[in-house]
């Protein structure tokens, strides 16, 4: 049957233009080769250049080493006297020897000794070298450096030219001659299709069996791979051409030219063993992936393909292990995957794949040869252990196998049989963690895989998920949880670093744990169970690893996944309420205990001591968020579940040690409550708040102390007792004061400060003196019940008695620092002195407090800043030396001033009072108009700045007499430049009388006790 010359002569162009390709890359890979070979070579000279100079530099050195010993040796010989018992001998007057003090030697024989390098030591040198005078010298040759070895046969380019490259250029035009031989055949009606193919196999047969027998020869072992390798081609294209061309019997049936085909790609492999010719074996596996193509039938046979493909890739391998030609193997992968994309794109659509028992083909395919590279990995490690070809190939048919999960996301028929698709998936996964397992050096691709994984369970999770599939999501998402934290568990059991997405592959399961969350309108209690398992892996993996910040993380997750379903849950009911309180107390309690026992179990990690800490607040967080999303009005539900968690933490502060736990857990019940007070509290319902406030307080207060002998040297438990009033007064006040309105409110202060100062009396009565603790046990205590004790006057009365009570307790706090010098109490009172003087120097609305009286001076600002300057005075005077200063600030001089200020902030307040119009609201200044309110203001001033220079001089303190001299001129420049200007002809005598007197005054006490002599060493 006589086919359609123009189409034969097409395709034989097209033949011709593929095997030029083929030829020209054949030609252009060895230059390639050449000349990376000829570097790989010059490199090698220039190292062993190298060594040989170090090898000379060695031999001189211990060359030189061997003839220092030896002279020294010799004038230690010469110059050693001679025993007494002899005869004496007449010795010529000591010479220096030219030879050891030359600056510069002529070479000279070297005196080889037992401590020179090889040669070995002549036993006549060492016999003579323990005389007393020396003999004559031993001369050995200097030691030889080792002979350099003789460089490698350097690559010669005439050499390459002439033996190889012609003889490649020579096949590749042999075998061009026959393709054109061949078309010019056709073209001319010459020879018949069955004698062109008869021909063609002897003529390819002829090749291989030509090329066979001078490989045989070292020689011409190049020539006969190239004559194979063309030989080989040849009998593809002549296979090729009699079934596809001319449809010559018996190679008109597929069948037989596949097999042909495949015969030959087996001897091909066996070929290049034989003669070890990898030209043969890479065109031999480029024709085994095309006879598929060019045999094919248009009929989809996967078993039939793949099977011939997976029989191939052995083959391959089988070479590639052989001769250790691993770069084979890439190659190998590279086809299967070319063959796995043309068949996908060719009969995926068409063979429906995507439907029924049908999809497990495709999948079998895509698995099955990425296994089958892997046990390539397995099996070149136990060869090449450092070759990492094999496993690149391996993974790259596992991503090959990963794409093609991705493309089965487009398909419903598959997203809707998710157990088959992640089967699939996680195989992949495993396949990659045994090829990392086998190469530690691709260990990265665990990662890779497994970020990879999550983006197909996110897409999958997203676009398909429904509740009907979310058991089957749950066990996937634990399944890939489960593989890639025992792979993490037994990498470092293996005593391999962990890499970093080792350790983070089950916390990116809790995340996929939230999208349902998220995506589904209703959740199933199936969800909670799934996210402990993965709490429970990220824990023990962490005990493993040493790494606590996925620890972090997954409580931050599990939190947020439990904040997602509580603002899923309707606002203003209680309903789903218990169910959230028993999910969210459970993995309180559950971070509670893991977090202690791993902040205990790795100490020096920077974070472990933030763990506790975290674990105890998040749930918290939690609770609050939910007090004020469902406003639940009763709030014995929370409160109960708080006073658990708040047992918990206190009980694993005794057990653990950890008494951080302690005040965490205090800041933590105060939000809480406070939270809900805000929110929700009803004066109708105050007795159940109020009964848990006092509850709460109670139970931090009791800690400490019933655990005494446990908590007597620490202080953060005490703390806590300390600062639970203080946190819980707030409350109690606002439920009395709206509930049961009264005014006797001042008893309530009353009530809190008995219980900080029985426990002061605990323990002042328990604690010995030795007890580091001790003193910030007495300070908190201490400092709390003086607050209670100042706070009766502010909640009793208002205004200026808060400001009162601030200066008091102020005073009480320094006054106790003298008892318990805690650096605290001395900043706390401090703080509130200073407080108190800002409130009442500072702030323009104390003097609109109260309505005026009716009595000038005496009004309320007199005992308010009278008695607020009696307690800086007072504060001035209790902390003594060294302990008033505080930061380099001297309080006692800072205390003296503040309260200074007040008195002559009084001092003009009284004189304003007393000139301000009957029948006015407040106090109004004004320094016009009023001669007599003037030359009271200017003669107070001169009397105020005397008192200070008195006082400055009694005390021997400058500050206080600078702060005279400058209130006193201050005092005089408004006498002269405002008073005289204004005042009347006596008001203007008697304030110059008075003035001058005073000013007289100042002058005699200067004169007095602090005249102009040096030896006083004050002045």
Same mark, same amino acid.
């Given at each position: 049957?006589? =086919? ?93 020897l ?6 510069v ?39 030889? =450096? ?31 001659? $026959? ?34 027998v ?23 294209g ?17 069948? $037989? ?25 890479v ?16 009929? &989809? ?19 590639a ?29 068409s ?45 790259a ?21 998710p ?100 995506c589904? &309108? ?7 169970? =799934? ?18 910040i ?86 014995s ?13 206190l ?16 800041? *933590? ?7 809900w ?12 708040p ?24 620490r ?31 001042g ?11 029985? *426990? ?28 209670f ?95 008033? *200063? ?11 001033a ?42 107070a ?79």
């Amino acid at each position: 049957m006589s =086919a359609d010359p123009e189409r034969l002569r097409s395709i034989m162009d097209e033949i011709i233009l593929i095997l030029v390709i083929i030829g020209g890359a054949v030609l252009i890979m060895p230059i390639v080769a050449l000349v990376f070979a000829t570097k790989a070579r010059r490199r090698t000279e220039e190292l062993g250049r190298e060594i040989g100079s170090l090898r000379e530099i060695a031999a001189r050195n211990i060359e030189r080493e061997a003839r220092l010993v030896r002279r020294i040796e010799v004038l230690e010989a010469v110059n050693k006297p001679p025993p007494p018992e002899e005869a004496p001998v007449e010795v010529a007057p000591p010479v220096v020897l030219p030879e050891p003090i030359a600056p510069v030697l002529p070479p000279e024989p070297v005196f080889v000794t037992a401590r020179a390098a090889p040669p070995p030591i002549p036993q006549s040198e060492a016999v003579a070298a323990k005389t007393s005078e020396p003999s004559p010298a031993v001369f050995s040759p200097p030691v030889a =450096a080792r002979p350099r070895p003789a460089p490698a046969p350097s690559i010669s380019l005439e050499q390459f030219m002439g033996a190889k490259l012609f003889a490649w250029v020579g096949g590749l035009a042999l075998f061009l001659g $026959v393709i054109f031989f061949v078309k010019l055949s056709i073209e001319q009606g010459w020879i018949s299709p069955e004698l062109r193919t008869a021909i063609g196999f002897v003529v390819g047969t002829g090749l291989v069996v030509g090329g066979v027998v001078m490989n045989q020869r070292k020689r011409y072992v190049t020539l006969g791979g190239t004559l194979t390798a063309t030989g080989v081609v040849v009998l593809y294209g002549m296979t090729f051409a009699a079934h596809s061309l001319w449809s010559i019997p018996p190679f008109h049936h597929a069948l $037989v030219a596949f097999g042909m085909m495949t015969f030959i790609t087996a001897a091909a492999f066996l070929l290049a063993v034989r003669m070890e010719a990898q030209v043969v074996a890479v065109l031999g596996m480029l024709g085994g992936f095309l006879t598929p193509i060019l045999c094919s039938t248009g009929h &989809d046979n996967p078993f039939g393909l793949f099977s011939y493909i997976a029989l191939l890739d052995i083959g391959v391998l089988a070479v590639a292990k052989n001769k250790r030609w691993l770069h084979l193997t890439a190659l190998a992968a590279a086809g299967t995957i070319f063959m796995q994309a043309g068949w996908m794109v060719k009969f995926f659509h068409s063979s429906q794949y995507a439907i029924g028992s049908a999809t497990w083909i495709p999948v079998i395919v895509f698995l099955g040869f990425a296994t089958l590279f892997m046990l390539a990995t397995w099996w070149s490690r136990q060869r090449e252990d450092e070759d990492a070809f094999p496993a690149g190939a391996a993974l790259a048919l596992c991503g090959s196998a990963l794409f093609a999960a991705f493309v089965f996301l487009d398909f419903g028929a598959i997203t809707e049989r998710p157990a088959l698709l992640y089967a699939f998936v996680l195989g992949i996964n495993a396949v990659v963690m045994l090829i990392v397992w086998q190469q530690p050096r691709v260990a990265k691709a665990q990662g890779i895989i497994a970020a990879l994984t999550f983006l197909h369970l996110s897409k999958w999770t997203v676009s398909v998920l429904t509740p009907e599939l979310l058991p089957y999501a749950l066990g996937i998402y634990l399944g890939f949880g489960l593989l890639h934290t025992a792979f993490a568990v037994l990498w470092q059991r293996r005593n391999q670093s962990a890499t970093l997405f080792m350790s983070w592959t089950p916390v990116i399961t809790l995340v996929l744990l939230l999208m349902p969350v998220l995506c589904l &309108d209703s959740i199933s209690l199936m969800l909670w169970p =799934a996210i402990l398992m993965v709490d429970l892996l990220i824990i023990g993996l962490a005990i493993f690893t040493g790494m606590l910040i996925p620890v972090f993380a997954a409580l931050a997750l599990t939190l947020i996944t439990a904040g997602a379903w509580l603002f899923r849950l309707p606002a203003n009911t209680a309903g789903s309420l218990g169910l959230f309180l028993i999910v969210l107390g459970g993995f309180a309690v559950l971070f509670g205990i893991a977090s202690s026992f791993l902040s205990r179990k790795m100490p020096k990690v920077p974070i472990a001591a933030m763990l506790p800490v975290s674990s105890a607040v998040l749930p918290f967080a939690l609770l609050i968020l939910a007090t004020l999303h469902l406003r639940v009005a009763d709030p014995s539900s929370i409160f109960g579940l708080a006073l658990l968690l708040t047992v918990f933490l206190l009980g694993l502060a005794r057990i653990s040690g950890i008494t951080v736990l302690a005040p965490t857990a205090l800041g *933590c019940v105060l939000a809480l409550e406070w939270a809900w007070h805000q929110q929700s509290f009803r004066v109708e319902h105050a007795t159940t708040p109020l009964l848990w406030y006092l509850g709460f307080y109670a139970l931090f207060t009791a800690f400490p102390l019933v655990y005494q002998k446990l908590f007597a040297t620490r202080q953060l438990p005490w703390i806590a007792s300390a600062a639970a009033g203080l946190g819980t007064f707030g409350l109690v006040y606002r439920v009395v004061a709206l509930t049961w309105p009264n005014e006797m409110m001042g008893t309530l202060p009353v009530a809190f400060a008995i219980s900080p100062l029985l *426990c002061l009396v605990f323990v002042l009565m328990q604690h010995g003196e030795d007890n580091p603790a001790r003193l910030t046990q007495l300070a908190w205590f201490g400092g709390v019940a003086l607050f209670f004790i100042t706070l009766i006057f502010p909640i009793q009365f208002e205004k200026q008695w808060i400001t009162l009570g601030w200066a008091l307790e102020g005073a009480a706090l320094c006054w106790l620092f003298r008892r318990v010098p805690h650096p605290g109490l001395r900043g706390t009172g401090t703080v509130l002195l200073v407080a108190s003087f800002v409130r009442l120097a500072l702030n323009p609305a104390v003097l609109e407090y109260q309505t005026r009286g009716e009595t000038a001076i005496l009004n309320w600002q007199l005992y308010a800043y009278s008695l607020s300057a009696l307690a800086m005075f007072a504060a001035a005077r209790w902390l003594t030396p060294p302990h008033d *200063c505080w930061n380099k600030v001297n309080l006692r001089g800072l205390f003296c001033a503040l309260g200074g200020i007040l008195l002559f902030l009084l001092l003009n307040i009284e004189i304003a009072d007393a000139f301000t119009p009957a029948g006015e609201r407040s106090i109004t200044f004004d320094f016009d108009g009023n001669f007599g309110r003037d030359m009271t203001y200017t003669i107070a001033w001169a009397l105020y700045a005397l008192v200070l220079l008195m006082i400055g001089i009694w005390q021997r303190n400058a500050p206080t007499r600078y702060a005279g001299i400058g209130l006193l001129a201050v005092a005089l420049l408004k006498l002269f430049l405002h008073d005289l200007a204004n005042i009347e002809s006596i008001y203007r005598i008697g304030a110059l009388i008075v003035v001058a007197v005073i000013a007289l005054a100042a002058s005699f006490l200067y004169q007095r006790f602090l005249s102009d002599d040096k030896s006083n060493p004050e002045i």
